[in-house]
């Protein structure tokens, strides 16, 4: 795999990045923080996407800060082809949130895969490897250089399995077991299924169901036969006793006829007597009512007189000519009453309409007082507002001469946060140069009384031999050198640093008071709105009250004007009284002529009734009289009837005719219950040959089962060896290719090992089978890798990581390290002296002498960056924030 080109939009300090990438050693310096590092962590996201990230940290620490959108594109070649990964970010400006909206993988222009989780499946399977295994391999990150020495056996022997695919086979070793577990799980269940099977097909067959089918259908068919004969019979007995029954309903019948005929007359008998009375009683009505007749004619004669009636007057036009009076009277009160209501309800609604001026009246008066009320209290706020605003504008003066005493002018104050941004940052920077010199001044120390320790035994202090011809003296005065000068750099390092903590303490103290004074002024801004706005509020108010006023005095006109209104309806109303009475009084003596014409009227219109009944009474008498003789005429009918039916019925023995009939009824009870019974049985026994039916269909099911069961369990014994026999290939097909790999990295982990530290005091490594590791010095004594000191170890795993990358290149399906991806470095030189920096490019130059197409570092180390082919330099402008490259 070959890096061609990475661009970046918006991811952490870069705002805008394109860079390429050629073969060789590429050096990426700059300053501690300028954005080196966050370089390699866009290659490796835009590769394996956001499961790159730490579980301390999410995907929007990954963007630049403000940014809604980021992207990431790497452009690689590998086996020929051209690969383009483009990863995109969007921000939600809400929550802060990040996603990846965008993933595409692309293999010569043409889209593959355009899902994230597609993508890092192509990823992983493109480059054989994780992300994990990416960083255990070939991106030593910083302060992950040891990973692999300090990790516990277990996850050691993990990690170097993955990286050299054996941890598949450990996969799929567990996926047998599990297969062979599943089976074997399986297995007792079909055991299980068959014991139970079994049982179920022996009880059945206890049963004998088919020689119990074969009875129930015999007796089914005797059944049946018995039901056919006692039908026959059913039928016979049917027809005698419907037989008998005509004969007994006709002779009923008969009987019957003849008791209505002797109701009937008997009905025209009593028809008659009645007849009779109604006669009688009418003949006494009509005395009766001759009598009325004379008596009404006399009352009408007398009341007559009273209203004086003339005697040849018609008494209905008379009546109707002294109801029109009457009404002409009634009207006259009524139109009167209707004044006078009139009158009362207009004057009931002035006097409403007065208390509801006097009302207003005083809600005016009492609204005008309370907005004389508000105004005295806005003034006084005013008053309260302008002296906390002059307060405010004096505490600001003062706060401004202090800023003054401190340097701060009006202006620097605006541009105090830039200026304790650009502090922090030359802190930081202040702060990395410091530790960044004593490490060195520490490491140059340690050198110095370790040379002379040895010089004082007459030892050489890199190779223990004897001095002769050896230069170490005068490479002792120049580390002494070096150590002075480190020293003089550190202290001015220190005196600045002490200068900067000075400046940021002023800074600290202009910050207070430019937000004392901010906050300040923000109150008195809000003051003075409250001060216009109240102002407002009193012109508003001065306003209302003089419509109040307005108001109430067309109120008290108002209140005037009904007064006056209803003094005239109350001398209306009496008037309308007295002419209300003089309308009643005339009104009642016509009324009392009227009711006398009415009553006279009244008995004339009885008299006609009376004389009408008397009429309708002696009409009734005669018809009573044609009545008796049609009744005698029916009577004399019905007897001749009587004769007729008597000589039908003839000598009928009913007695014998129901005896017959109670015979044939219980005998054809009998049928019928004998016939239900041999039904009831027939049901029986269909229910039970179904029941039977079902246990043989049930039985063969069983038998049919336990084939299917057999053949299954016969099957799972053989899937289970299989599966066994599977699991035992893993495990010895892991065993062999790790003892293959151990004794390849072994000895290539020992080539490097001997390449690196020729004339040293160690001798050789080794690599047990779970992957332990141990340093022998040269007089035979074992170490383990972290009893090293810091640069030693640091070494030493960069030695075992080239050695597992050298091991992948040489892999089954690999054929060089041209597939690989670059070997990457994160400033590897860190707690590295100078001695060990040099191991460390010796190291570089080997795995590019062997073929490693590209080594990318990010370092600010000078002997590095020397003997680099390409050098890039990162810088971060520390107004924007932003960190740009550019070629060296």
Known sequence: MKLKRVRVENIRSYKDLDISFEDGVTVVSGVNGSGKSSLLEACFTGLFGSRTLSKEFVLSDLIRKGATKASILVDFDNKGHEYNIEQGYKVNPKTGSASNNRSIFKIDGGIMVDQASQTYEAVKALLKMDEEAYKNCVYIRQGEIDVLINAKTKDRQRMIDDLLQIGKLEEYRERAGSARKGVGRHQRETDARIKDNVADIENLESSNPYQVLNTVKTEMNETGAKITDLEAKKERARGIVESIEEKISKYTETQEQKKAIDLEIKGFKSKITTTYSEIERSRNLVGSGRQEVQHLKSATADLSKQINVPEDADIENYSASIEKEEVSARDAVSSIVKKKELA??????????????????????????????????????????????????????????????????????????????????????????????????????????????????????????????????????????????????????????????????????????????????????????????????????????????????????????????????????????????????????????????????????????????MQRLQDGINNGLEKVGLFEDQIKDRKQRLGQLEKVLG??????????????????????????????????????????????????????????????????????????????????????????????????????????????????????????????????????????????????????????????????????????????????????????????????????????????????????????????????????????????
């Not at 053949?711 to 053989?718: G, M, Y």
């Not at 640069?791 to 399906?813: D, K, M, Q, T």
């Open 344 to 613: 009362q309800s207009s004057e009931r609604s002035q006097n409403e309409f007065l208390l509801n001026l006097n009302e207003q009246v005083k809600t005016t008066s009492i609204a005008i007082q309370n907005k004389e009320d508000k105004i005295k209290t806005i003034q006084e706020d005013i008053e309260r507002l302008s002296a906390e605003s002059r307060k405010l504008d004096d505490e600001n003066t003062k706060r401004s001469k202090e800023a003054s005493e401190l340097g701060f002018s009006a202006d620097k104050l605006e541009n105090i946060e830039d200026i304790a941004e650009l502090l922090s940052m030359k802190q930081k920077q202040l702060h990395g140069k410091e530790r960044e010199r004593s490490a060195t001044l520490a490491e140059l120390e340690k050198r110095v009384k370790k040379a002379k320790e040895l010089l004082d035994k007459g030892l050489c202090p890199t190779c223990g031999q004897d001095l002769k011809g050896s230069k170490i003296c005068e490479e002792t005065a120049v580390d002494e050198e070096q150590k002075a000068g480190m020293l003089a750099k550190l202290q001015s390092i220190r005196s600045e640093q002490a200068d900067v903590e000075t400046k940021v303490e002023r800074v600290r103290k202009a910050k207070e008071i430019a937000k004392s004074i901010a906050e300040n002024d923000h109150l008195t801004q809000i003051k003075k709105k409250d001060i216009a706005a109240n102002e407002k509020l009193i012109e508003e108010n001065h306003r209302t009250i003089r419509e109040e006023r307005k108001k109430e005095s067309g109120l008290k006109e108002q209140i005037t004007e009904v007064t006056i209104s209803i003094r005239k309806i109350r001398e209306e109303i009496i008037s309308l009284g007295k002419d209300e009475a003089a309308a009643r009084d005339s009104h009642k003596v016509v009324k009392e002529k009227l009711d006398v014409a009415r009553k006279i009227r009244t008995n004339q219109l009885e008299i006609g009734k009376v004389q009408t009944s």
């Open 651 to 888: 000598d009928v023995n009913i007695d014998k005719l129901q005896t017959e009939k109670m015979q044939y009824d219980s005998a054809y009870k009998g049928i019928v219950s004998e016939l239900e019974r041999s039904n009831l049985r027939i049901k029986e026994l269909h229910k039970e040959v179904g029941r039977v039916e079902g246990e043989i269909k049930r039985l063969n099911e069983l038998q049919q089962k336990h084939k299917l069961l057999t053949n299954k369990k016969e099957f799972l014994a053989a899937v289970y060896n299989d599966a066994e026999e599977l699991e035992t290939m893993y495990i010895r097909l892991r065993a062999e290719m790790r003892a293959k790999n151990i004794d390849a990295l072994d000895r290539l982990l020992n080539e490097i090992f001997s390449f690196m530290y020729t004339n040293n005091a160690y001798s050789h490594i080794k690599l047990d089978q779970e992957y332990n590791l141990t340093i022998y010095e040269k007089d035979g004594t074992a170490l383990e890798p972290k009893l090293l000191s810091g640069g030693e170890r640091a070494i030493f795993n960069l030695v075992l990581r080239c050695a597992i990358y050298r091991l992948l290149s040489h892999s089954p399906g690999t054929t060089g390290s041209s597939e690989l991806p670059p070997l990457i470095l994160d400033e590897p030189t860190v707690f590295l002296d100078r001695g060990h920096v040099h191991q460390l490019i010796k190291l570089i130059d080997m795995m590019r002498d062997i073929g490693v197409g590209q080594i990318l570092i990010v370092s600010h180390d000078e002997s590095l960056i020397d003997s680099a082919d390409h050098v890039f330099v990162v810088e971060k402008d520390p107004i924007t924030n932003s960190s740009s490259i550019s070629a060296k």
